[in-house]
């Protein structure tokens, strides 16, 4: 298997942009990336698109030939991969594994989702139709509620507080306030978090991540040519998925996501790394509790210790363990199908050391997380620079 | 690289499903596979599923964690592959590289789709997501007025006939007379079919390809591993994906698809075969045209000598080259996620010589090719018996 590095990234700003097409969204991100990565677009051989729900957004399904041909590579192979959330990370994946198999050389990952484009009640049904609609979907489980039902058991088990919950949200809008690329740029204090109306027990209003418009894109080529060509290559030490049940009721328990595990321990087998390895993350915080959850799961902390590792601001920038430096899902935004490949563009960036006032110092190896759906769907990347 | 085989093969009557549940279906295509191919469902370590708008037809997105679920493999890495009617050659190209890269030694692939759930206006809709919605949705271009261009285009070049077109319908109907999986198993003269109401001209009722349910599924294993356990396993000699430009006012003609040139340069190129081995093969006959057109581009006639070749029955039951001998799209109809699965499963069974009555004698390798959007996705597999 050879491998792979990352020689161009871009995301467009997150925001609300319904006055955008979403051709013009593409074209930015695509010409960006490609920019970025100093190669021609003519050295392209393949487009692997993380997209949600274009279909419904945009009325425009088969995103793999249409970003395709926006980029000018319309003759290429193209493909649209989904898994809920995590779609991003899937094509992440897909592009990761095509040039590790020698199918291709150099692949653009590409991440978009649009989703400012109808009524809020209408974006949480569309948002709900990633989990089992069939036998959940009449009783109101959708996102939110879902996600709820941990952070109560969370609380339960393991004396994980509202408050806890709180500063997962303060610390990432912190950050976000940093980032010139995330939605909110704005530090909001813990106070008015607690205080937020709430939405569904126990998540307030600040618990929950945006409806956020954005492109993503990196380009993937072997580690040799990355070598010639970049002058900062960033080689991907490990990649791992994993699944789990798609169903609730199904669930081993509703305190952890099997699926990160298993992305997790596939992901770090093949980096050959530790956990103390790592000195900067993006993980999935869809809702405050699932960062604590997350980083459980990962290895960083115990089972049911992730909410005082938050508290004592081991996981905030100038931390032990800095995690969402971009802001995450709850300030950087979550355009669904690009979150995965923004992830990677955060640490990107970040292990290049052109991350302002949010770089974490000396940051040498990064870790990206995605998780998609009822945690049903979960992308591990290791990174790593591969330059001095 | 891996050789991968076919060990399973199951496809369920396809038709109009409108009274059973999505998950019945899936169930059914599901268990029924892994029947056939006598391994123990923990030996498949991952899912690959082809769906191409399930949350618009059944409220239901993020089909590979659906599926694996149902059929209790929810904790396997799952997926969902887009690429409008080529949904399903993605997911089985995904899964053959998968295998073939050492990722995996044993996959699911599924393709799925339930369409009978919307009015027809609504249907129509939904399948013209699968264009440039952005450029051409407002001029009222769809699969039947875009694929009418090609038909017009065609016979202007080369003197294609309205005969000729029909005789394509009249073939697959009289293939899909003899097959108990397809959705119309009835003869249609050809008076009727050349008399039929014109939809989109040239384009009469018949010219065109059904709105179909069904699930479609093979297990896909190592070559070692499939002799080892397999009495009649299938050989995969050879895959291949090509890509094409997605707008219509970009493609470099109205005559052919680049897409089917590219992708079974590669399929034969890999598989080492020429184009008179094939005994026998399906294509993506979405309109009457589109069979015609890519028997041109797949090397079999010359260019404008498709129609002929029809005309004079060489692609007929009994033919130099049968084609679509399950009834195609015409006739076993066009679960459009579903379909790029359910032309392997046919060939599986030619090549294991239990088609009856449709059967093929003497079937030796077989060739699929499927076609998605307006002719931007395409992945043609060539097969082979691996038995005596």
């Known amino acids: 298997m050879r ?22 969204l593409v074209s930015e991100a695509g010409n960006g990336v490609i920019q970025d990565s ?16 274009g279909q419904e957004f945009n009325n425009q399904n088969t995103m793999g030939s249409y970003v395709a041909t ?17 779609s991003g990370g899937l094509a992440f994946k897909a592009g990761f594994d095509a040039i590790a198999s020698g199918a291709y050389d150099t692949v653009l990952v590409f991440g978009v989702e649009k989703m400012n484009t109808k009524d809020p009640t209408t974006t949480m049904e569309i948002v709900s139709r990633g989990q089992d609609s069939e036998f959940e979907g009449g009783f109101c ?15 339960h088990e393991f004396g994980t507080t509202r408050e806890m919950l709180g500063v997962v949200a303060e610390k990432n809008y912190f950050h976000g306030s940093k980032n010139p690329f995330a939605h909110k740029q704005k530090v909001i204090p813990l106070k008015n978090i607690l205080n937020a109306r709430i939405v569904t027990t126990p998540f307030g209003f600040h618990d929950m991540s945006l409806v956020t418009d954005a492109a993503t894109a990196v ?37 952890s996501f099997p699926a990160t595990e298993k992305a997790a321990f596939q992901a770090f087998k093949m980096a050959g790394v530790d956990r103390k390895d ?14 604590i959850i997350n980083l459980e799961d990962l290895g960083f902390v115990e089972k049911g210790k992730g909410g005082g590792f938050t508290l004592d601001g081991h996981s905030r920038l100038g931390g032990k363990l800095p995690v969402n430096t971009s802001g995450g899902l709850k300030a950087k935004g979550h355009p669904i199908g690009a979150t995965g490949v923004g992830q990677v563009v955060e640490m990107v960036y970040q292990l290049r050391e052109t991350s302002g006032e949010r770089q974490v110092k000396n940051a040498r190896t990064a870790l990206t997380h995605v998780l998609g759906g009822p945690g049903a769907v979960c992308v591990v ?8």
């Open 381 to 388: 990347n290791i990174l790593q620079r591969d330059f001095e």
């Open 278 to 291: 790592i000195d900067v993350l993006e993980c999935h915080d869809c809702f405050t509790i699932t960062e």
């Open 70 to 86: 926006v980029l000018g590579l319309g003759d290429r192979p193209a493909m649209k991969l989904e898994g809920a959330c995590a």
């Open 3 to 24: 491998e792979v590095s990352i020689i161009g990234a871009y995301e467009t700003v997150h925001g609300n942009h319904s006055k955008r097409m979403l051709r013009d």
């Open 219 to 255: 380009i993937l080529t072997t580690r040799e040519k990355a070598k010639s060509i970049s002058k900062k290559p960033i080689l991907v030490k490990g990649t791992g998925q994993g699944g789990d049940y798609f169903t609730l009721s199904m669930k081993r328990d509703s305190v």
């Open 141 to 155: 489980v959708s996102g939110p509620s879902g996600f709820a039902l941990n952070a109560i058991r969370h609380m």
């Open 38 to 53: 100093g190669i021609d677009r003519k050295e392209i051989q393949a487009v692997f698109v993380g997209n949600y729900a």
